[in-house]
């Protein structure tokens, strides 16, 4: 199956600061990819649409400002987390689908990036 | 509005008894089922991908099938190293490929 990255794994940071997650398509190129978050013992909670070359589409209720994707090429995409605060602690996981738009695709997922905001 | 249910919530199992898990989904049309296996942690794994009522995949001890309104993970003589959460997701023909989750199928098979 194709392979999903994403770096860090866990991070640790202060309140206030920013957080960058990349996730990478490791043997296939992703038009799109699908940023997710995951509290404990529940399921995942699409939080946008990554589109490279264009801009993000977030759900509704995820703020754009507060968690920033950049999809650079067709194999990156990041998610920055801005100033940081405990309630934005969570499991962050990132997927990508591999063939064409419109098309039947399963979406392979990464490690995911857990998050912890002292 | 186009829902996913997943049912049981939580399954402890011994090892060796077979049992199956449901996912039940209301949607406006469906473009394909998937399943995936999440372990603590980790990101899912996937498993199967269904489209249409009748099909059937298998791998392992693992068996997926589909109809009209839900699909089934049948586990054979399952070993504990099957226990994890079980995910279902759905696409529809919305014109995205946006996923639909449910909310997971916790599984433990105890030796």
């Known amino acids: 199956g194709a392979v999903v990255s994403q770096h860090p794994s866990w991070v640790i940071c202060k309140s206030g600061t920013s957080v960058k997650i990349e996730c990478r398509s490791l043997?296939?190129?992703?038009?799109?990819m699908f940023w997710y978050r995951q509290f404990p013992k529940q399921s995942l909670m699409l939080m946008a649409t990554?589109?490279?070359?264009?801009?993000?589409?977030?759900e509704q209720g995820v703020e754009k400002d507060k968690f920033l994707i950049n999809h650079a090429s067709l194999t990156l995409s990041t998610l920055t987390v801005t100033s940081a605060h405990p309630e934005d602690s969570s499991f962050y996981i990132c997927?990508?689908?591999?063939?064409?738009?419109?098309?039947?695709?399963?979406?392979?997922f990464g490690p995911g990036t857990r998050l912890t905001v002292l | 509005e186009d829902q996913v249910t997943q049912s049981p919530e939580a399954l402890r199992l011994q090892e060796g008894e077979s049992s199956s898990l449901n996912c039940s989904y209301t949607?406006?049309?469906?473009?394909?089922l998937f399943w995936y296996r999440q372990d603590p942690g980790k990101g899912p794994e996937f498993l199967f991908t269904l489209y249409s009522a009748g099909e059937e995949k298998e791998k392992e001890r693992l068996k997926a099938t589909l109809t009209k309104k839900e699909s089934f993970l049948h586990i054979t003589a399952p070993k504990p190293e099957d226990s994890a959460t079980y995910l279902c997701a759905v696409q529809t023909t919305s014109g995205t490929y946006k996923y639909i989750f449910g909310t997971g199928t916790r599984l433990k098979v105890l030796a």
């Open positions: 990554s589109n490279e070359g264009s801009k993000a589409t977030y």
């Open positions: 997927s990508a689908p591999t063939g064409l738009a419109g098309a039947y695709n399963e979406q392979f």
């Open positions: 043997d296939f190129q992703a038009t799109t």
């Open positions: 949607v406006s049309g469906l473009r394909g």
